[in-house]
T-cell receptor, first 117, second 117 residues
Framework: AAGVIQSPRHLIKEKRETATLKCYPI?????VYWYQQGPGQDPQFLIS???????DKGSIPDRFSAQQFSDYHSELNMSSLELGDSALYFC????????????????FGEGSRLTVL | AQTVTQSQPEMSVQEAETVTLSCTYD???????LFWYKQPPSRQMILVIR??????QNATENRFSVNFQKAAKSFSLKISDSQLGDAAMYFC??????????????FGTGTRLKVLA
C-alpha cells in the first residue's frame, strides 16, 4: 500500500538559508499535517491542510510557510534558518471522512531531517 | 484545551515479560479517538493501536492491548511477551475536533521503553 512520501530525507543548510520540504500524502487522503520533532522531544504540531486549504496553525514560526497544491502534495518552506530549526520534520496524512475507510489515525512519513549549521 | 500526560519518561522490561505504559488525558468531549504510536530508533512513527471512545471494549492488537477507562480519562498500553524489537519511544495521542471543522492530534511527551535481554 502507498505510504506518505517525504523528500528530501536529509538536508543540511547554513544559518539564514532557506529550505523546502515536500510531502506526498497517501492517495485519497484529504488532510495533511506537518510536525516538528526536536531531539528527545514529542512531535510539535506546525500546520495542517484540509482539501488544499489551511485548517489549523500550531507553533509554526513566522519564518515558515506551507501550502498544499492541486495534486494534494504539500510543501513546508523555511526561511532565515536558525540553529534551533534543526529537527526531524514529519508530514502525516489522514482521511477526515469517517465513513468507509476512514480510520481516524495519522499516517506518518519517514520524516525529513534538517540540520542547520 | 485537551492535554495528554505520560508520567513515565522511561520504563524497562525483561524480554518475555509484560509492561504497562500509562497515559492520561483531559477533555470535555465525549467522542474522540486515542492512539499509541511507536517510534523506534529509525524515528519512523508507527501506529500500535487505536481506541474509539464510544467503544467500551478495549482494543487489542496481538501482544498489544489497552486499558481504556473513559471516566478516569486513562488509556494505558499493555505489552505482553515483550520482545527486543519493542524497544522504542511510545507516544500516546488524542484526536480532538478543531474549530476549523477538522481534527487536531495532541501527543504526550513519550515513554522510552527499554527491553532487557
Amino acid at each position: 500500500a502507498a505510504g506518505v512520501i517525504q523528500s528530501p530525507r536529509h538536508l543540511i543548510k547554513e544559518k539564514r538559508e532557506t529550505a523546502t520540504l515536500k510531502c506526498y500524502p497517501i492517495p485519497r487522503h484529504d488532510t495533511v499535517y506537518w510536525y516538528q520533532q526536536g531531539p528527545g522531544q514529542d512531535p510539535q504540531f506546525l500546520i495542517s491542510f484540509y482539501e488544499k486549504m489551511q485548517s489549523d496553525k500550531g507553533s509554526i514560526p513566522d519564518r515558515f510557510s506551507a501550502q498544499q497544491f492541486s495534486d494534494y502534495h504539500s510543501e513546508l518552506n523555511m526561511s532565515s534558518l536558525e540553529l534551533g530549526d534543526s529537527a526531524l520534520y514529519f508530514c502525516a496524512s489522514s482521511l477526515l471522512k469517517r465513513e468507509g475507510s476512514g480510520t481516524g489515525e495519522l499516517f506518518f512519513g519517514e520524516g525529513s531531517r534538517l540540520t542547520v549549521l | 484545551a485537551q492535554t495528554v500526560t505520560q508520567s513515565q519518561p522511561e520504563m524497562s522490561v525483561q524480554e518475555a515479560e509484560t509492561v504497562t505504559l500509562s497515559c492520561t488525558y483531559d477533555t470535555s468531549e465525549s467522542d474522540y479517538y486515542l492512539f499509541w504510536y511507536k517510534q523506534p530508533p529509525s524515528r519512523q512513527m508507527i501506529l500500535v493501536i487505536r481506541q474509539e471512545a464510544y467503544k467500551q471494549q478495549n482494543a487489542t492488537e496481538n501482544r498489544f492491548s489497552v486499558n481504556f477507562q473513559k471516566a478516569a480519562k486513562s488509556f494505558s498500553l499493555k505489552i505482553s511477551d515483550s520482545q527486543l524489537g519493542d524497544a522504542a519511544m511510545y507516544f500516546c495521542a488524542y484526536r480532538s475536533y478543531s474549530t476549523s471543522g477538522t481534527y487536531k492530534y495532541i501527543f504526550g511527551t513519550g515513554t522510552r521503553l527499554k527491553v532487557l535481554a
